[in-house]
Each structure stands twice: as structure tokens, then as C-alpha cells.
T-cell receptor
Framework: GNSVTQMEGPVTLSEEAFLTINCTYTATGYPSLFWYVQYPGEGLQLLLKATKADDKGSNKGFEATYRKETTSFHLEKGSVQVSDSAVYFC??????????FGKGTMLLVSP | DSGVTQTPKHLITATGQRVTLRCSPR?????VYWYQQSLDQGLQFLIQ???????AKGNILERFSAQQFPDLHSELNLSSLELGDSALYFC?????????????FGPGTRLTVL
């Protein structure tokens, strides 16, 4: 079946540091890949997505590249802010539009 | 604001009871999805409805059921509640059955079973 594995957190960074959150997946066929973000007390928001191999999704300074050869979709940001503190979920979409999520990675950014 | 609304925001009840969670999708969205988020299981897909019909089923317990009404709102019914059912329940909606169609999430209902 489909599965998503992402690095365990929390990831603790200082403001303006470089961020990488690793995500690898197992899926049949050609899934679409997503990063969702959950701020404290809120629902999930789509951060970025990529629908085919070598696509790069980007939004709000975050980016991730769909790597079919390594089955990965790592999230990166060049300079994090305190307001980026949240839980980040990697997910894949395959078959009948059912999302499979990773366990989430908490990011804590200090001033 | 995603446009998806969920009520109630919080629900506290006792073991053995039954509760109903309600979701209103974004205007025009035909698909509704239910997810459960707990500390030990993470985010799990429960069930999907499309225009009133069940479309896909995930890890939904037999004690749980859902339906989607003609006005497209959906309800998730949880019965014979157990302590382990305490979780955040999210509803999401999307515009169709295209596999990469974006899902918009509601703010969730936090269920606490005492």
C-alpha cells in the first residue's frame, strides 16, 4: 500500500536558518505529492504540491522537488521565520483521491 | 479561511455515548472527506463521499458511519464511544474526482471521551 515517511521532530532552528524536512514515499503508479502545514489550533493548509516527476512546488519561500528516482519530496526553505513554527505534513494522493499522510514534523523557530 | 466549516469545535462526552459531527463543504465542492488525527495514529483517512454517495473507505471503524446529504453537507456519526476515540476529526472538501484535486480542510472538531 501507499505510505509516507518523514523525519521525526521537533526540528528546532534559529530565525534565518536553513530548513530541510525529509520526506520519502512508497506508492503504486504516479502519485501527486503535497506538503500541508498545520498552525497551532488550526486545520491543515496546503503549502505546495507537485503532480509529476521533476516538478518543483513552491510557496511562501518553501519549495520541494518531486524526485521519482529517490521517491522523495523534501521540503526546504532558505531562511525560516518565527511565524513558520508549525507542524508540517508530507502527503501523497493516489487512486480515488485519498490522501496518505506522514506523521508530521513539528518545526520550532526561535528569535 | 478554507471555506469548510465544522461544528461543533469541541465535544466532550462519556464512554458508550454517541455523537454527530457536522461538516459543510466549500461552495460547489462535491466531495467530502473525513480524517481522524490522534497522537498515536497520526492523520488517518476515514471515508469519502462524492455527491451523496460513498466513494472510498479508509480505516473507519464499524462503530462509525457517515453520510452526505442532498445539500452536500456531511455528518460523521460515532457510537459506543471509547477512550481511544478521543481525537481531532477533520473534514475536507474538493471539487471533483480528479486524483490530484486539492483538498481544503476545515478547522476540525476536537472530541474528548471521558
Amino acid at each position: 500500500g501507499n505510505s509516507v515517511t518523514q523525519m521525526e521532530g521537533p526540528v528546532t532552528l534559529s530565525e534565518e536558518a536553513f530548513l530541510t524536512i525529509n520526506c520519502t514515499y512508497t506508492a503504486t503508479g504516479y502519485p501527486s505529492l503535497f506538503w500541508y502545514v498545520q498552525y497551532p489550533g488550526e486545520g491543515l493548509q496546503l503549502l505546495l504540491k507537485a503532480t509529476k516527476a521533476d516538478d518543483k512546488g513552491s510557496n511562501k519561500g518553501f519549495e520541494a522537488t518531486y524526485r521519482k528516482e529517490t521517491t522523495s519530496f523534501h521540503l526546504e526553505k532558505g531562511s525560516v521565520q518565527v511565524s513558520d513554527s508549525a507542524v508540517y505534513f508530507c502527503a501523497l494522493l493516489s487512486g480515488y483521491s485519498t490522501l496518505t499522510f506522514g506523521k508530521g514534523t513539528m518545526l520550532l523557530v526561535s528569535p | 479561511d478554507s471555506g469548510v466549516t465544522q461544528t461543533p469545535k469541541h465535544l466532550i462526552t462519556a464512554t458508550g455515548q454517541r455523537v454527530t459531527l457536522r461538516c459543510s463543504p466549500r461552495s460547489g465542492d462535491l466531495s467530502v472527506y473525513w480524517y481522524q488525527q490522534s497522537l498515536d495514529q497520526g492523520l488517518q483517512f476515514l471515508i469519502q463521499y462524492y455527491n451523496g454517495e460513498e466513494r472510498a473507505k479508509g480505516n473507519i471503524l464499524e462503530r462509525f458511519s457517515a453520510q452526505q446529504f442532498p445539500d452536500l453537507h456531511s455528518e460523521l456519526n460515532l457510537s459506543s464511544l471509547e477512550l481511544g476515540d478521543s481525537a481531532l476529526y477533520f473534514c475536507a472538501s474538493s471539487g471533483g474526482t480528479v486524483t490530484y484535486n486539492e483538498q481544503f480542510f476545515g478547522p476540525g472538531t476536537r472530541l474528548t471521551v471521558l
